[in-house]
C-alpha cells in the first residue's frame, strides 16, 4: 500500500482509530481537503476508496488554506481576471457564494436539491462583473437540482451524442459518394432532434436542428442544458462557488500563472480529485419510485401515471430512455479543451454503474427512468410567461427554452421551476406554455381529480438516502 493510500484511509474514509502515528503537522490543521489524489493514481485505490475521496470533497467545507477564495478572478468559465481586492472573498451573488457543494445540494441528504435560500445567481458566461444586485439583467437565477442518478444522465447523453454524430457522418459520406443532397432525420433513443440537410458540394445546412446544440452533443447538465458532463460542471462551480481553480482550466498552459486567482495557493484541485468528486456524484442512486401505503393515494399515484401519458406529458418527460452501457469512464469523450479530455494522455479511470433498481427491454437496454428527453423546448408564451423570467441569454439560447426537467426524485425536490420560485407541483405544471400548450391544455381540460391524480403520481417520484454499494 502506497504512503498516500494509507494516509487517505486514516483521514477520510476509515477509521481514525487505526492511526498508529499522526504526523506533528497535523496538529491544528484547518485545511479540508488534506489530501489530493492524482490522475494517474487512482488505479491504485479501489472504487470504493474513489467514491469516498469524492464524496469527502463534495462535503469539505473549503478553506483559505485548501485555496478557497478567488481575489483576482471572477466566476467566469474561462480565466478572466478581476482588480484584487475591490469586492469582499465572499459574495452571495458573484460569489465565492458558499464552502460546499453539500452546501446547496443537501436534500433529503448530500448530492440532493436545494431549496430556494440556496439558490445561484448564474452569470459564469458573463466576464468581468461583481454584480451586487438580484435584478436579472446582470444574472440568471436558478434552483438547485438533485444529482441522484446523474451518472446515467450523463451517460445517455454520452450515447445520444455519438448516436446523433454518426448519422451526420453517414449522411455526409453519402452525399460524397452520390454526389447529390442528402435529408436525415436527427433521431436518438427515439428523440427527435430535427433534421439535417447536406449539400451535393457537402454543405451542412443547419438551420432544421432542434432542440439540440449545433455540434449534436447533448448537454444534459444545467436546467438550460448547456453543459457536457459532471467534470465540466464540477470545475466550474468549484471556481464559481468556492474560489477553487483546477489546473485543468486555470493552470500555466492556459494562463501562464499558477496562481491565476493571486491568493497565493497552487494546484488547488488535482484531476485525480476531479475525477473522483465526479464518480461520486455518478454513483448517487437512481432515484424511485415510492407508492403510499394508504391504498387510495396508491391506486391515484398508479392512475396518475395513466392520466401523465394521457396528457402527453410523456412528450417531453420520457418516462425510460434506453441505455446500453453502465461504464462510466472518466474523463468522457465530449470534453473541450479546459477540461480533462481521453486525447490528454492521463490514463481513464472505469467505473460501473450500480444496475440496481433499474428494468432491461429485450435487447438488453437499461430502462433509466428519468422522464425527461434530454431536449431543449421553448416552454413559455404570451399567455403563459412565467418560465420566460431571464433576460440573459445563456449560449445563446433563447431565454424562453430549457431542458426537460428530469422529473425522476420531483416528489422530494420542491421547490419548483428553473428558478425554484414555485411551491406546487399544481402550480408548476399550469405555468407551462410555448411548445408544452397542447399538453397544458389536455391537463386543464381533465376533471379535478384526475389532475391531482397527476400529482399523486409525481409525489411518488422520490429520492432516497440508501448508500451506494
Ligand atoms: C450556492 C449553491 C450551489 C453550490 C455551492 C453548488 N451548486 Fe451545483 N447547482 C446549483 C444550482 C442552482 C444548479 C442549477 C444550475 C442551472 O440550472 O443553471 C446546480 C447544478 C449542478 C449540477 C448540474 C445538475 C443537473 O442535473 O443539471 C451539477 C453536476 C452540480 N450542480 C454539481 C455541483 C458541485 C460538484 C458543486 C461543488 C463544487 C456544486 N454543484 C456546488 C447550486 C449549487
Ligand atoms: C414541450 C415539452 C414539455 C411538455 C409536453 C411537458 N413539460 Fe413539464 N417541463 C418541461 C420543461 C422544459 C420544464 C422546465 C421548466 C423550467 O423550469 O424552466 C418542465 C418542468 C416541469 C415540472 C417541474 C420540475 C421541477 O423540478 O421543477 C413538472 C412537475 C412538469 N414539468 C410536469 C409536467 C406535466 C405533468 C406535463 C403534462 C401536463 C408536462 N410537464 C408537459 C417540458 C415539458
Not at 497535523?26 to 492524482?38: C, N, P, S, T, Y
Not at 459574495?91 to 457543494?101: E, V
Not at 396528457?311 to 465530449?334: I, M, N, V
Request: aromatic share 8%; proline share 4%; glycine share 8%.
Amino acid at each position: 500500500m502506497s504512503a498516500l493510500k494509507i494516509i487517505t484511509l486514516l483521514l477520510g474514509t476509515v477509521s481514525l482509530t487505526a492511526i498508529a502515528a499522526t504526523p506533528d503537522d497535523l496538529i491544528g490543521d484547518e485545511r479540508a481537503v488534506k489530501q489530493h489524489i492524482a490522475q494517474a493514481e487512482l488505479q491504485n485505490f479501489s472504487a470504493k476508496e474513489i467514491i469516498a475521496h469524492g464524496k469527502m470533497l463534495f462535503n469539505a467545507k473549503f478553506t483559505a488554506l485548501d485555496g478557497a477564495g478567488r481575489p483576482a478572478a471572477t466566476s467566469s468559465e474561462i480565466p478572466v481576471k478581476k482588480d484584487p481586492g475591490i469586492s469582499l472573498a465572499m459574495f452571495r451573488t458573484a460569489g465565492p457564494d458558499s464552502n460546499a457543494c453539500a452546501g446547496c445540494h443537501n436534500q433529503p441528504g448530500s448530492g440532493g436539491a436545494g431549496e430556494f435560500v440556496v439558490n445561484v445567481f448564474a452569470a459564469s458566461g458573463v466576464t468581468n462583473v461583481d454584480f451586487d444586485t438580484l435584478e436579472p439583467q446582470f444574472s440568471n437565477e436558478r434552483g438547485t437540482p438533485h444529482l441522484h442518478g446523474s451518472g446515467l444522465v450523463e451517460l445517455l447523453a454520452r450515447e445520444m451524442s455519438a448516436q446523433l454524430q454518426a448519422i451526420r457522418s453517414k449522411a455526409v459520406e453519402q452525399a460524397r459518394t452520390s454526389k447529390a443532397s442528402v435529408q436525415v432525420r436527427l433521431t436518438a433513443k427515439g428523440i427527435d432532434f430535427g433534421e439535417l440537410s447536406i449539400g451535393a458540394d457537402g454543405f451542412i445546412d443547419i438551420s432544421k436542428i432542434d432542440g439540440v446544440d449545433h455540434d449534436l452533443i447533448v448537454r444534459p447538465f444545467s436546467q438550460k442544458g448547456v453543459f457536457t458532463s459532471l467534470r465540466q460542471f464540477t470545475i466550474n462551480a468549484m471556481n464559481a462557488h468556492h474560489g477553487i481553480q483546477s489546473d485543468e482550466r486555470w493552470g500555466t498552459q492556459w494562463t501562464n500563472s499558477d496562481d491565476f486567482d493571486e491568493d497565493g495557493y497552487q494546484h488547488e484541485i488535482s484531476s485525480g480529485d476531479l475525477t473522483a468528486i465526479s464518480i461520486y456524484q455518478a454513483s448517487i442512486q437512481t432515484p424511485v419510485q415510492q407508492l403510499s401505503q394508504n391504498k387510495v393515494l396508491k391506486q391515484a399515484a398508479i392512475e396518475g401515471e395513466q392520466l401523465f401519458n394521457d396528457a402527453d406529458c410523456s412528450g417531453c418527460h420520457t418516462q425510460y430512455l434506453p441505455l446500453k452501457s453502465l461504464l462510466f469512464s472518466e474523463p468522457g469523450p465530449y470534453n473541450a479543451a479546459g477540461n480533462l479530455r481521453p486525447s490528454d494522455g492521463q490514463p481513464s479511470y472505469q467505473y460501473p454503474i450500480s444496475a440496481e433498481g433499474l428494468s432491461q427491454d429485450a435487447q438488453g437496454n437499461w430502462l433509466i427512468p428519468i422522464f425527461s428527453d434530454l431536449k431543449r423546448h421553448v416552454i413559455a408564451d404570451s399567455d403563459k410567461p412565467h418560465f420566460a423570467n431571464e433576460r440573459l441569454s445563456q449560449r445563446f439560447i433563447a431565454i424562453d427554452e430549457f431542458m426537460s426537467a428530469k422529473l425522476w426524485g420531483v416528489g422530494s425536490t420542491a421547490p419548483f421551476g428553473h428558478r425554484g420560485d414555485v411551491s406546487t407541483l399544481m402550480e408548476v405544471i399550469l405555468h407551462h406554455g410555448g411548445e408544452a400548450s397542447a399538453s397544458r391544455l389536455k391537463f386543464e381540460a381533465m376533471t379535478d381529480l384526475e389532475r391531482r391524480k397527476i400529482v399523486e403520481f409525481l409525489k411518488s417520484l422520490q429520492l432516497t438516502l440508501a448508500e451506494v454499494k
